[in-house]
Structure formats: C-alpha cells, structure tokens
C-alpha cells in the first residue's frame, strides 16, 4: 500500500472499483427480481361492481372523482386530496379535510388490485371505500339524498349516469350512493402507474439480457441485492411491491397523548358493521366468491396497531407510512436499519429486523426504492359528459 495515498482518494478508487464490477445475480435472485413484474399487469377485475371495466362509468367516475358538489357545502371533492400531479395524494403527512385527519391520504395508483382497502382495511372493495369520504363528517360531510338529488338534477350528471348504468338515475337514496361509487371505482381502478427503471432491468434480467440489464444504475442494483436479501419482498410482494396484508413495522400508532390508532384491530370492526361490506346487498357479484374473505377473515388482539403494507410503486417523494411520520426514503431506510424489534406487536416470527446499514448500504437501498418512481405525463381534462 502506498503511504501516500490519503484514505479519501484510497475511498474514491474503492468507489470506481465497484462501479466498474457489474452484479452477478444467483439463480433464485433471478426468481426474485421477476416475481416483481412483469409491468403492467392484466387491468384488475371487480365483479361485485357491474359497471367495473365500462368506458362509460368510467368517464362518469372521473367527473364525479372531480365534482366538489358531491359535498354537503360544494367545496371539496375526492381531487381536493388525490391530486394527480401528486401521485394521487396530497404530499400532506395528515390529510386535510375540514379538520386534520389523523392518517396520510394514500396514492390511489395501482387501487384496482387492491382486496383491502384504506390503512386499516376497513373498506373490502374500491366502491364500498368510495363511499367512506363521501359520507365522513370530516371529509365531505354529504349525505344518500344529497348525492341522489345532484344525480337527478344536474343534466350532464344525469345523462352520464344513464349511459353508463342503462337507465335514469332512479330507485332509492342509498342505491344511487352505492352507484355513484362504482362509477368512481371504475374510474379509479384506470390509475395504472407507469413503467420504471425498475422494470426495464427486471425485463433485462428475465430475458437474460445483460447489455439492457447493465443500464440499471449499479447503486440500485446493489440497493435491490440488499432488498432481496433483507427479505422486504415477504410483505413488499410481486409487481406492486405488496401483499395486500397488513403489518406492524414500529410506527409509533399515538395519534395524541393518551390516544392511539389501532389500525387493523378497529378496520375489522368497521368492516364488520359496515351495510355496504361484500356480504350485503349491493355486492353484485352473483357467485359470491368475492365475498369468501370477508366471511372468513378473524379479527386477532395482533391486528392492533397493524397497517396495510403500502405499495412501493410511485413513493419515492414522500412523506411516508400511515401517519406521514418520515419524510423521506432516507428516513424510511434509518427506520429500518434501526428499528427497535421490542416496538413491534408481531406474535409469530419477527419479519423486521433492524438492518444496521452502513452509510454506503443505505444510499443504495433509497437508489433501489427510487427507481421504483418514474414521472407520468400530465392528465388531459376530461371531456365534456354526454356533448
Ligand atoms: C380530506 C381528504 C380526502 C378526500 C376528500 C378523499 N379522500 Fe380518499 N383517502 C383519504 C385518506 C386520509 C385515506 C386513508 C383512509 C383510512 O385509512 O382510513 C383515503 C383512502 C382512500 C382510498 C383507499 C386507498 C387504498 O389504497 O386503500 C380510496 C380508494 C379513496 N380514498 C378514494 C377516495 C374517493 C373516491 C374520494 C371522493 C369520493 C376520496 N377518496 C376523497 C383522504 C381523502
Ligand atoms: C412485516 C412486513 C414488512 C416488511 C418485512 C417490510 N415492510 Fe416496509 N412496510 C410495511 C408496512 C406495514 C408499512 C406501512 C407502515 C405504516 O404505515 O405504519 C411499510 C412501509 C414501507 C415504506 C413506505 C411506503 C410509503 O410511501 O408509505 C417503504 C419505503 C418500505 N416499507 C420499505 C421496506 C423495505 C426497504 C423493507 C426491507 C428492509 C421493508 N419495507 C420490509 C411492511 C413491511
């Protein structure tokens, strides 16, 4: 070792050293990284919505996703808190409705796959979660017969609704809530996030295209190997970086002092009482098979403090986690390095550990989860219903 060398430029060549060495990847880490696409996948189905899949419900739920009439004073629709621009959230920690909530408005990319739905799942379809902001009080505070009546009142309203469901908007108040719903359901379950970065190598890889896989920045590809080897992929599962369950990472769940937000264990309540769950009558679905996993889901003392593994597709900006409480991916990434295992509420085999990452590690694992982000064009206006 020459003695002249200092330790930064002794750092700075051990730095081009690696830059230079593409990765070689195992068999099963092969496996691993194509069970993350392919992208995008099939459109996602919902036969407990009839009007799932058609262009015209489509087109009457993204004017109703933008309508602030939907509210009881006329100054706040679904858009006032899923901006598109902003990945369908709102960049807020705490979402703002007429007061602060105590829970982060969730990107809406990706939605039609979901089965649960909301942080704590207590929504079981995109229609019956649809419903929840029209009617919280500290949302859009509206009501069955305040929806029903824009319905039949407002002309292009009026003439969207019957193309899209095959007839004037009539039968009784709450029917018409569930309706307006499923058009917004169908509207949102379109919100497909672009390709990435990601994607490209994860294509690369599977094809064993070495040339396409190399222009994968080397930093994400290490952050990926570390991704792998961590095991984030048992809840951050298959192309959208989820499993649609549901987790207790050790975020603090106090919402103020003495009061706490018990996640899932009160979702499965709410889901439970709520009249417009799957088990109810304006599930359409004829088989009833969309409804088995609400029949047979247990509500468990584990649920507490549990939320639902958020996909990992379009969240390099932030903030993070049910309650906004990390800002960034950096923060994301101390969590876990970090985490205190004692924190966390899991009964079986502890599936978060704290990493230890060094300042190296780290970086590259928030270069991994920022190539799952990519920009997506602006939206177009809608056009004009029924012209
Ligand atoms: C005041 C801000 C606000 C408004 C207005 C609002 N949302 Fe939300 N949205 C949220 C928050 C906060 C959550 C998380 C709720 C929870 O976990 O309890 C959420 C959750 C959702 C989800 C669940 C997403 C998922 O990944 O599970 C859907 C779907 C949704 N909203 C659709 C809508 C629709 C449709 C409207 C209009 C009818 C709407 N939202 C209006 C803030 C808002
Ligand atoms: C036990 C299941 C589980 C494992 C394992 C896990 N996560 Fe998570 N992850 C979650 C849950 C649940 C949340 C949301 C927690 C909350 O809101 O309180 C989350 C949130 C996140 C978020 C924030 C997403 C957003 O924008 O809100 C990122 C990023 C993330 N995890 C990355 C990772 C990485 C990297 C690993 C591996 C080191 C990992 N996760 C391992 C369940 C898990």
């Known amino acids: 070792m020459k003695r002249w060398l200092s330790g930064a430029v002794l750092m700075a060549l051990a730095a081009s050293a690696v830059a230079e060495t593409p990765l070689q990847w195992s068999d099963d880490e092969v496996k691993a990284i194509a ?6 996948p099939p459109p996602p189905r919902d036969p407990s919505n009839r009007v799932a899949g058609s262009p015209d419900a489509v087109a009457l739920g993204e004017h109703l996703f933008n309508e602030p009439r939907l509210s009881a004073d006329g100054t706040m629709s679904c858009a006032t808190c899923h901006v598109a621009g902003r990945d369908w959230g709102d960049g807020r920690a705490k979402a703002m409705g007429r007061a602060e909530l105590d829970r982060r408005t969730p990107s809406l990319w990706n939605v039609g796959y979901a089965h649960w739905f909301g942080w704590d799942g207590a929504g079981d ?3 019956s979660q649809s419903i929840r902001p029209i009617l919280d009080p500290r949302e859009m505070a509206g009501d069955a017969a305040h929806v029903a009546r824009l319905l039949r009142e407002d002309k292009a309203l009026a003439c969207g609704y019957e193309r899209a469901f095959g007839d004037r908007p009539g039968g009784d108040d709450e029917k018409l809530l569930v309706d307006t719903a499923k058009a917004l359901a169908a509207f949102q379950a379109t919100l497909v996030s672009p390709r990435t970065p990601f994607d490209a190598f994860r294509d690369a890889v599977a094809a064993g295209d070495r040339e396409a896989a190399a222009r994968y920045p080397l930093a994400a590809q290490r952050g990926l190997k570390i991704f792998i080897d961590a095991k984030c992929s048992a809840c951050h599962f298959g192309p959208r970086f989820t499993n649609g369950e549901f987790g207790d990472v050790g975020i603090p769940f106090f919402t103020r002092p003495g009061e706490v937000d018990a996640g899932r264990l009160d979702g499965l309540a709410k889901l439970a009482s709520s009249t417009f769950n799957l088990l109810g009558k304006h599930n359409d679905d004829p088989s009833g098979a969309t409804a088995l996993r609400t029949r047979h889901v247990q509500r468990l003392h584990s649920n507490f403090g549990e939320f639902r593994v958020p996909s990992l597709r379009q969240a390099a900006s932030g903030p993070h986690m049910h309650n906004g409480h990390l800002a960034t991916l950096e923060d994301v990434v101390r969590h876990y390095s970090e985490v205190n295992p004692d924190r966390l509420h899991s009964d079986a085999i502890p599936l978060v550990r704290p990493l230890a990452l060094t300042p190296q590690q780290s970086s590259d694992l ?22």
């Open 35 to 40: 069970r993350h696409g392919p992208w995008p």
């Open 125 to 127: 379809s995109l229609w």
């Open 366 to 387: 928030v270069a991994f989860l920022r190539s799952l982000s990519a920009d997506s064009p602006p939206r177009a206006a809608p056009s004009p219903l029924c012209p």
